[in-house]
Antibody
Framework: HEQLVESGGGLVKSGGSLRLSCGASGFTFSDDYLNWIRQAPGKGLEWIAYISGSGNSLSYTDSVTGRFTISRDNAKKSLFLQMNGLRAEDTAVYYC??????????????????WGQGTMVTVSS | DIQMTQSPSSLSASVGDRVAITCRASQSISKYLNWYQQKPGKAPRVVIYAVSNLQHGVPSRFSGSGSGTDFTLNISSLQPEDFATYYC?????????FGQGTTLEIK
């Protein structure tokens, strides 16, 4: 059974830091692109970062560039998001998700095809 | 960034109805269009990927169509479990972007 489980969310003051983790089970993991996606309370979905299977390719949305760092440990089947300089507007549920593979040649590697349950991050001002 | 615009933002329908949700991209995204369903308090799940491919386990009453910049999610014969919020999403170019969502409510 394929599964992603996030942890590490909580309440932090503006300007503070937090590290999110996402543990995987039931699939190879090291072959897969992984992402962090967030959803502010009552709002839509926002992709914020991806990392390739090897960890050599990274991408971030502009609003978190320079503040957030995505990383992974394939031996431990874990994904991380180090968040520094947190702001009130970073308050959201943070999801880890598998996909998208830019070199997809078929099957469902075009989408975010597996999601965790999410972890809440609240930044107080 | 590629902007994704969904319509309508909300939709009221009855069990058994057929509904359509549209999504327009601000530039051509070829086949890189996906649809997600999200229920309150739950993570999203993909229902359609690459425009028209049904995700494993999703009922065949869901279908997708379109190309270039204009796409549609159709749900035939709505069931009670289909009432949720639906998002389109482009995976053509980073930053990967989502539509604002369409909330499907029971009439």
């Amino acid at each position: 059974h394929e599964q992603l489980v996030e942890s590490g969310g909580g309440l932090v003051k503006s300007g503070g830091s937090l590290r999110l983790s996402c543990g995987a089970s039931g699939f190879t993991f090291s072959d897969d692109y992984l992402n962090w996606i967030r959803q502010a309370p009552g709002k839509g979905l926002e992709w914020i970062a991806y990392i390739s299977g090897s960890g050599n390719s990274l991408s971030y949305t502009d609003s978190v560039t320079g503040r957030f760092t995505i990383s992974r440990d394939n031996a431990k089947k874990s994904l991380f998001l180090q968040m520094n300089g947190l702001r009130a507007e970073d308050t959201a549920v943070y999801y880890c998700a598998r996909g998208v593979d830019p070199y997809c040649r078929g099957g469902n590697c075009y989408s975010f095809n597996l999601w965790g349950q999410g972890t809440m991050v609240t930044v107080s001002s | 960034d590629i902007q994704m615009t969904q319509s309508p933002s909300s939709l009221s329908a009855s069990v058994g109805d057929r509904v359509a949700i549209t999504c327009r991209a601000s530039q051509s995204i070829s086949k890189y269009l996906n649809w997600y369903q999200q229920k309150p308090g739950k993570a999203p799940r993909v229902v359609i990927y690459a425009v028209s491919n049904l995700q494993h386990g999703v009922p065949s009453r869901f279908s997708g169509s379109g190309s270039g910049t204009d796409f549609t999610l159709n749900i035939s014969s709505l069931q009670p479990e289909d009432f949720a919020t639906y998002y389109c999403q482009q995976s053509h170019t980073t930053p990967y972007t989502f539509g604002q969502g369409t909330t499907l409510e029971i009439k």
